[in-house]
């Protein structure tokens, strides 16, 4: 099966850039998407087709993925963003996988 | 306001089952492709299920593939989960959770349910 891997945490100062990886074989042919959970929160979608944000969502969220990695990038990083995220693609066109997730730490 | 409601977790023995239902309001379940997610405590999102849109496609993750059976009843615009056998590494909470499709190769869930907790112990 497909496998999606994150570092465990990453932390960054306010008003700096933070930057979460999300490594898998040849993961740039799919499509990838990322979501945020906040303790006690179900996720969010935050980033969709690897680059699009939904409606709501802070233009500080954006995405890359090219290769064997995809990046979620927050920009301007505020308190509001510490939060675990997730990467998620498709094994097959029917099963999603996720990586392990990230903790955000806004220090 | 648009939502969707998890009833149905609670504590079962090792061996057990229970069947989860998700009840989706103020948009039409028929038109979504729709998945289960848990989530152990203290850990990451796993992917449990898939259903489309009919009922005509299901998809499993190894995991829980022969135990669990996801169906839909689009009259009453629900979704369910059927856990047979169940075991402690069965424990989390569980995501209703709506698929939207972009495009055949993009999709994302967009809406999640507020979860619910399903304690496999003796």
């Known amino acids: 099966s497909y496998e999606l891997t994150q570092p465990p945490s990453v932390s960054a100062s306010p008003g700096q850039t933070a930057s979460i990886t999300c490594s898998g074989d040849?993961?740039?042919?799919?499509?990838i998407c990322w979501y945020q959970q906040k303790p006690g929160q179900s996720p969010v979608l935050v980033i969709y087709?690897?680059?699009k944000r939904p409606s709501g969502i802070p233009e500080r969220f954006s995405g890359s993925n090219s290769g064997n990695t995809a990046t979620l990038t927050i920009s301007g990083t505020q308190a509001m963003d510490e939060a675990d995220y997730y990467c998620?693609?498709?094994?097959?066109?029917?099963?999603?996988?996720f990586g392990g997730g990230t903790k955000l730490s806004v220090l | 306001e648009v939502q969707l409601v998890e009833s149905g977790g609670g504590l079962v023995q090792p061996g057990g089952s229970l069947r989860l239902s998700c009840a989706a309001s103020?948009?039409?379940?028929?038109?979504?492709?729709m998945n289960w997610v848990r989530q152990a405590p203290g850990r990451g999102l796993e992917w449990v299920s898939y259903?489309?849109?009919?009922?005509?496609?299901?998809n499993y993750a190894d995991s829980v593939e022969g135990r669990f059976t996801i169906s839909r009843d689009n009259a009453k615009n629900s979704l369910y989960l059927q856990m047979n056998n169940l075991s402690a590494e069965d424990t989390a909470v569980y995501y209703c959770?709506?698929?939207?499709?972009?495009?055949?190769?993009?999709?994302?869930?967009?809406?999640w349910g507020q979860g619910t907790m399903v304690i496999v112990s003796p």
């Open positions: 959770v709506r698929e939207k499709r972009y495009f055949v190769w993009s999709h994302a869930f967009d809406l």
């Open positions: 040849q993961l740039g042919n799919k499509y």
């Open positions: 998620q693609a498709w094994d097959s066109n029917t099963a999603g996988v």
């Open positions: 259903i489309s849109t009919t009922g005509t496609t299901r």
């Open positions: 103020e948009f039409t379940l028929s038109g979504y492709e």
């Open positions: 087709q690897d680059t």
